[in-house]
């Protein structure tokens, strides 16, 4: 087993994964984004604010699942088994 990813790389990998799943489910930001408020994520959830938000990668793991469960997407792969990036 490898050791810990650093920071900085594991925030990259969300970042990717997050742009590849909303591509993969054709996904605009500002699609994401009222997708979002219909969640309840109130009026901060515009469109500006979530593609800086995933541009910038600085996100927590409760915008991420968000974001997932916003777009449908119930099953994530976090990349393939011995596979290090």
């Given amino acids: ?28 930001y500002k699609e994401l984004a009222d997708a979002l408020r219909q969640r309840g994520a109130g009026p901060a959830a515009n469109e500006a604010n979530i593609r ?6 600085g996100f927590g793991a409760g915008f991420f699942i968000e974001c997932c469960l916003a777009m449908g997407s119930y099953v994530v792969r976090l990349g393939e088994p011995g596979q290090d990036e």
């Fill in 1 to 28: 087993m490898a050791g810990p990813t650093a920071g900085n790389d594991t925030t990259l990998k969300a970042k990717r994964i997050l742009k590849a799943e909303m591509q993969r489910r054709g996904f605009t």
């Fill in 52 to 57: 800086n938000q995933i541009n910038r990668g």
